[in-house]
């Protein structure tokens, strides 16, 4: 018998927004942009004939499709369809410590460890243990042409591996926001995705795009657009981060565009590099260093920068296949070197009898210029919106030298020379190349 299913995930809470990790241990409500949201996907799909409607236990997901459920369709709630159980990480604020905690899990699960669990948690194989059970249930069930199922964001991930028999690993393959709508059919014998990541229900709810930029020296011309540019304020809601944060917004979902560091990409499902401009180099680009007080070939132990993903990555790239070193890369303690970045560098270089610039180096071992960090997206963006952004961050780049005048002087680093020689703006086709290399080298150290 042939089936469609339409899997929703729930509607926005407040601890969504606020990027809060909340799982099967808590009973949250959604909000009143949930409610919008829940109140778009029914006027979108309310003349759907579904004969039964499955949800999770928590009531979020009830909330989400209240109005389906108040039409008198059969309705299930099943514990296998709750969130995955996070455990002591519940309800906790993204401080640096759990984001921490939170990417080497999603490493370790993206490596294939799928018995890893936070304490007091569930696996991803306990999850699909009990997500099997509702499997079953939807494949016998001879009453049923159309099924409506409303879950949560991870939980989701594992349970559409499943459906179309693809590894756990995969999870982060299938991106969502609240309400999103992936449809199945199901054949008799096997699951098909018909519509992937559907939105659409929600193109007219009014939202601001939240913008993460970052508070450097190097950044400052994109601030300069930014503050100059006029009515665009009013559709964006900015805030200014170090990388690591910026990286983790949009990773979170708690920013819709940010300038990350192009190692957090591979930790963004579904991104968009969406400007012309970036953050990078063609040449020595004056901070972004590894500090030692021995030569780079008797360097054993490295301790890393906690406010970059990308410097870390290239240090442990160059070491690996440029200066082909085994080096040990630690985040405290003493070493025989460290990773540094951006205004912290200024005026460093001469307290270390061994400096080692990373552009320079990587442009050294790979004959390409480098890009530190790029615009990104993590959902699509309309083209107005994206063409109108890139003419203010050029306008900032082009007023580098109004920039410059409007900057504390020091006489310790040469901040004309760092905006307008050692940082390259343009997002350049060879710096596109060499991000994909980049990416490549870091996904096989």
Same mark, same amino acid.
């Given at each position: 018998?042939?089936?469609?299913?339409?899997?929703?995930?729930?509607?926005?809470?407040?601890?969504?927004?606020?990027?809060?990790?909340?799982?099967?241990?808590?009973?949250?409500? #959604?909000?009143?942009?949930?409610?919008?949201?829940?109140?778009?996907?029914?006027?979108?799909?309310?003349?759907?004939?579904?004969?039964?409607?499955?949800?999770?236990?928590?009531?979020?997901?009830?909330?989400?499709?209240?109005?389906?459920?108040?039409?008198?369709?059969?309705?299930?709630?099943?514990?296998?369809?709750?969130?995955?159980?996070?455990?002591?990480?519940?309800?906790?604020?993204?401080?640096?410590?759990?984001?921490?905690?939170?990417?080497?899990?999603?490493?370790?699960?993206?490596?294939?460890?799928?018995?890893?669990?936070?304490?007091?948690?569930?696996?991803?194989?306990?999850?699909?243990?009990?997500?099997?059970?509702?499997?079953?249930?939807?494949?016998?069930?001879?009453?049923?042409?159309?099924?409506?199922?409303?879950?949560?964001?991870?939980?989701?991930?594992?349970?559409?591996?499943?459906?179309?028999?693809?590894?756990?690993?995969?999870?982060?393959?299938?991106?969502?926001?609240?309400?999103?709508?992936?449809?199945?059919?199901?054949?008799?014998?096997?699951?098909?995705?018909?519509?992937?990541?559907?939105?659409?229900?929600?193109?007219?709810?009014?939202?601001?795009?939240?913008?993460?930029?970052?508070?450097?020296?190097?950044?400052?011309?994109?601030?300069?657009?930014?503050?100059?540019?006029?009515?665009?304020?009013?559709?964006?809601?900015?805030?200014?981060?170090?990388?690591?944060?910026?990286?983790?917004?949009? #990773?979170?979902?708690?920013?819709?565009?940010?300038?990350?560091?192009?190692?957090?990409?591979?930790?963004?499902?579904?991104?968009?590099?969406?400007?012309?401009?970036? #953050?990078?180099?063609?040449?020595?680009?004056?901070?972004?260093?590894?500090?030692?007080?021995?030569?780079?070939?008797?360097?054993?132990?490295?301790?890393?920068?906690?406010?970059?993903?990308?410097?870390?990555?290239?240090?442990?790239?160059?070491?690996?296949?440029?200066?082909?070193?085994?080096?040990?890369?630690?985040?405290?303690?003493?070493?025989?070197?460290?990773?540094?970045?951006?205004?912290?560098?200024?005026?460093?270089?001469?307290?270390?009898?061994?400096?080692?610039?990373?552009?320079?180096?990587?442009?050294?071992?790979?004959?390409?210029?480098?890009?530190?960090?790029?615009?990104?997206?993590?959902?699509?963006?309309?083209?107005?919106?994206?063409?109108?952004?890139?003419?203010?961050?050029?306008?900032?780049?082009?007023?580098?030298?109004?920039?410059?005048?409007?900057?504390?002087?020091?006489?310790?680093?040469?901040?004309?020379?760092?905006?307008?020689?050692?940082?390259?703006?343009?997002?350049?086709?060879?710096?596109?190349?060499?991000?994909?290399?980049?990416?490549?080298?870091?996904?096989?150290?």
């Amino acid at each position: 018998m042939e089936k469609i299913i339409y899997i929703i995930r729930h509607a926005e809470t407040d601890l969504n927004k606020r990027g809060i990790v909340q799982g099967r241990g808590m009973n949250t409500d #959604i909000n009143e942009f949930g409610r919008l949201q829940a109140e778009a996907f029914y006027e979108a799909y309310k003349d759907v004939p579904f004969d039964k409607i499955y949800t999770s236990t928590l009531k979020r997901t009830h909330q989400t499709i209240q109005k389906f459920i108040d039409k008198g369709i059969p309705w299930t709630q099943y514990a296998g369809l709750d969130e995955m159980a996070w455990g002591i990480y519940e309800g906790q604020e993204s401080t640096e410590d759990v984001r921490v905690a939170y990417d080497s899990m999603m490493n370790s699960w993206s490596a294939g460890d799928l018995h890893l669990k936070f304490d007091r948690g569930e696996s991803p194989l306990e999850v699909k243990e009990r997500q099997l059970e509702v499997l079953e249930k939807l494949i016998e069930g001879n009453d049923a042409e159309t099924i409506l199922i409303c879950m949560h964001g991870r939980a989701m991930r594992l349970f559409l591996c499943l459906l179309t028999d693809r590894p756990l690993y995969d999870m982060d393959k299938f991106p969502h926001t609240n309400t999103t709508l992936y449809k199945v059919k199901y054949d008799g014998e096997k699951f098909e995705i018909l519509e992937f990541n559907n939105t659409a229900h929600l193109k007219d709810l009014v939202s601001k795009i939240r913008v993460s930029a970052v508070s450097y020296t190097n950044t400052k011309p994109f601030a300069y657009g930014l503050k100059h540019a006029g009515p665009f304020l009013d559709q964006i809601e900015l805030s200014y981060d170090i990388p690591s944060d910026c990286a983790a917004k949009l #990773i979170d979902n708690k920013a819709d565009i940010g300038l990350v560091p192009v190692a957090a990409l591979l930790h963004i499902p579904d991104y968009h590099i969406i400007s012309d401009y970036c #953050i990078g180099a063609v040449g020595p680009v004056n901070s972004v260093f590894i500090f030692s007080e021995k030569p780079v070939e008797e360097i054993r132990t490295v301790r890393l920068d906690k406010q970059s993903r990308t410097s870390n990555n290239l240090a442990k790239v160059l070491f690996k296949y440029y200066w082909n070193i085994n080096a040990e890369f630690v985040e405290e303690g003493e070493t025989d070197a460290f990773v540094e970045i951006g205004d912290r560098t200024f005026g460093k270089k001469e307290k270390f009898p061994f400096v080692y610039d990373m552009a320079e180096e990587w442009i050294k071992f790979t004959g390409l210029p480098f890009a530190f960090a790029v615009w990104a997206s993590n959902k699509p963006l309309d083209s107005e919106f994206i063409a109108e952004f890139n003419k203010i961050l050029k306008f900032g780049i082009d007023h580098r030298e109004e920039v410059i005048k409007e900057l504390e002087p020091r006489s310790d680093f040469d901040l004309h020379d760092y905006l307008m020689h050692r940082i390259d703006y343009p997002l350049t086709a060879g710096k596109r190349k060499a991000i994909n290399k980049f990416l490549d080298l870091v996904k096989s150290l």
